[in-house]
């Protein structure tokens, strides 16, 4: 049996990174993305320069849940929330596009990450006796807007800010979803700019990724999970249909073999020896 001659490791090495490269690009594309959390309107849940992983494909299987972290693509009536003055000098225009590439760069300035409040046909209003946010009649408890974080109930309501806790009721349009900052004193957001299509969605944030002491799951808080029990999804949600996501789940791992085989080595790489 003839033996296939293994390549040298400076051969070798350049391959094994291209392919990581590409496997990272397939990943961000398709699957999961690195998403930088870039203002305060989020906290206490999302601090200011955390990062969370974003799963790309759930909402090609299945329809947004009240309760969800979503990061979306605001429409033109959504304001950028924070905009810096950026270098473009070639270097620094050649790490963003790396950066974005692979999905660790900072999201762009149409891109947005915020709570889902309602879904279509839902009826949200601020505030009932409590001074909480209601969804078709009910009081929601929201544990996670920590004290401070909330906006001022005696401020009248502002039309184009979104500075009072109080808001005159909306009906979510069909196709649309009501989303709101978990820091209501500073967030911008359905309040004040309006609903956003559910086809705006780009993922749901389902953990916290860095920094290392911060790592943690992002799920449904219990009072959403309560309310979703006794009270059915409104109608009005666009139909999901299998994306290319779903498709080409299998690429990553396609691409690896075909590369490994081309270079002669087995699909899971073989581990380098030392001389003895």
């Known amino acids: 049996m003839i033996r296939r001659k293994e390549m040298p490791l400076w051969q070798e090495l350049p391959l ?5 490269f590409c496997l990272a690009v397939l990943i961000r594309t398709f699957l999961v993305q690195a998403f930088y959390i870039p203002s305060g309107s ?4 999302l601090e200011i320069k955390d990062r969370v ?3 790309k494909v759930v909402y090609d299987m299945r329809d947004p849940v009240r309760g969800e972290i979503v990061v979306f693509r605001g429409t033109d009536n959504w304001a950028p929330e924070v905009t810096e003055q950026v270098s473009n000098s070639f270097v620094a225009k050649l790490g963003r596009t790396i950066g974005d590439l692979v999905g660790v760069s900072r999201p762009g300035e149409r891109d947005f990450i915020k709570r889902v409040i309602g879904l279509p046909g839902d009826k949200v209003a601020c505030c009932d006796a409590k001074g909480r946010i209601t969804v078709n009649g009910v009081g929601i408890d929201e544990s996670y807007i920590a004290e401070g974080f909330n906006s001022d109930i005696n401020q009248p309501p502002n039309p184009n800010q979104c500075t009072s806790r109080r808001f005159t009721e909306i009906t979510v349009p069909e196709g649309e979803m009501f989303v709101m900052g978990d820091h209501r004193a500073v967030s911008q957001d359905a309040r004040c700019q309006g609903p956003v299509p559910i086809d705006n969605i780009i993922g749901r944030a389902f953990v916290i990724v860095w920094p290392s002491s911060r790592f943690t799951s992002l799920s449904v808080p219990d009072v959403w999970k309560t309310y979703a029990a006794d009270h059915p999804t409104a109608a009005g949600l666009p139909e999901r249909r299998p994306g290319p996501a779903t ?3 299998a690429l990553p791992f396609i691409l690896s073999a075909a590369l490994s085989a ?3 080595l087995p699909f899971s790489i073989r581990r380098r ?3 003895s």
């Not at 989020?42 to 849940?45: A, L």
């Open 16 to 20: 094994l990174l291209i392919v990581a």
């Open 262 to 264: 081309r270079s002669g």
């Open 247 to 249: 498709e080409l789940f």
């Open 53 to 55: 992983l974003v799963n």
């Open 42 to 45: 989020m906290q206490n849940t």
């Open 273 to 275: 020896r030392l001389p």
